[in-house]
T-cell receptor, first 116, second 111 residues
């Protein structure tokens, strides 16, 4: 069964450095998402992306964050000048557009980002 | 915005059916109910979704009340590997595709 893959599984970065998290969504999916989960807390929506542009973003997704689909398969989340509070699991998700756009999102297993 | 309410935790004996309730009294007429689970810190795993009819797949059954204000996820024969946090999700409003996760129900399957 096709799945969303994320790399790396664990990323350790010094505070203030830039980090890029990578995702390969399911191949025929057209909507892409990033979520994050700080240890012990809820899964939080960051951003959704469709047709090469951001369709929706949360208050968390400020100027420090950016997303890109650099080619036909990858979807990336860049965090500039990381802070300690960016330490979290970051999940990528994707789905098909369907009638009334009800198709479920499928999630990757995440990248654990640790900021030192 | 549509919201969901779930009990924080439940126990279930191995081999028995696990029935996980969810209240979504503010759901709009054509919004779906989605169920996911999260095992440890893995990514949320899709289980099932439905609009108004009951649904069944190889993982679970979903029973939605006629007024659509609540639903129940049924794992017919729970195993230890079903121990996880289960999330009932309704997208907050029409035109948005994001999921808002609550705290879910922590299901513990007991041997």
């Amino acid at each position: 069964e096709p799945e969303v893959t994320q790399t790396p599984s664990h990323q350790v970065t010094q505070m203030g450095q830039e980090v890029i998290l990578r995702c390969v969504p399911i191949s025929n999916h057209l909507y892409f998402y990033w979520y994050r989960q700080i240890l012990g807390q809820k899964v939080e929506f960051l951003v959704s992306f469709y047709n090469n542009e951001i369709s929706e973003k949360s208050e968390i997704f400020d100027d420090q964050f950016s997303v890109e689909r650099p080619d036909g398969s990858n979807f990336t989340l860049k965090i500039r000048s990381t802070k300690l509070e960016d330490s979290a699991m970051y999940f990528c998700a994707s789905n098909l557009p369907g009638p009334n756009s009800n198709q479920p999102q499928h999630f990757g297993d995440g990248t654990r980002l640790s900021i030192l | 915005d549509a919201k969901t309410t779930q009990p924080p935790s439940m126990d279930c004996a191995e081999g028995r059916a696990a029935n996980l309730p969810c209240n979504h009294s503010t759901i709009s007429g054509n919004e779906y109910v989605y169920w996911y689970r999260q095992i440890h810190s893995q990514g949320p795993q899709y289980i099932i979704h439905g609009l108004k009819n009951n649904e069944t797949n190889e993982m679970a059954s979903l029973i939605i009340t006629e007024d659509r204000k609540s639903s129940t996820l049924i794992l017919p024969h729970a195993t230890l590997r079903d121990t996880a946090v289960y999330y009932c999700i309704v997208r907050p409003k029409l035109g948005t595709y994001k999921y808002i996760f609550g705290t879910g129900t922590r299901l513990k399957v007991l041997a």
